[in-house]
């Protein structure tokens, strides 16, 4: 049971800095983005780490958007740089980070 409450007291902390951060330090997520490669691979683990997304759902194995076309800016910039990722999907993520934008 501590485990599960660590995970979600985790992500509504990451959940909170995220907004603070698109909102206030746009830089911040601009330059992080500049160094995002890879793609979304749609396992949905990154949607279902606060809460369940409503949004979600299951389509040959896998979590797809409902409102992909139109969803919020802090769902399209997820992850926007290395600190933004959630810990336990780090290993799942299809998208990572290079230390020099020309890469």
């Given at each position: ?16 800095k995220r907004r ?27 949607c279902q780490s606060?809460?369940?997304?409503p949004f979600l ?47």
């Amino acid at each position: 049971m501590q485990k599960v409450y660590k995970k979600v007291v985790t992500s509504f902390k990451m959940q909170i800095k995220r907004r603070y951060l698109m909102l206030l330090k746009k830089e911040v997520v601009e330059n992080g983005l500049k160094r995002r490669r890879g793609e979304c691979l749609g396992c949905g683990a990154c949607c279902q780490s606060s809460f369940p997304c409503p949004f979600l759902f299951e389509q040959e194995g896998k979590l797809l958007c409902r409102i992909h076309e139109t969803k919020p800016d802090v769902c399209k910039t997820y992850p926007f740089n290395e600190e933004d990722m959630f810990p336990h999907t780090v290993e799942k993520c299809g998208y990572y980070f290079v230390d020099d934008v020309d890469e």
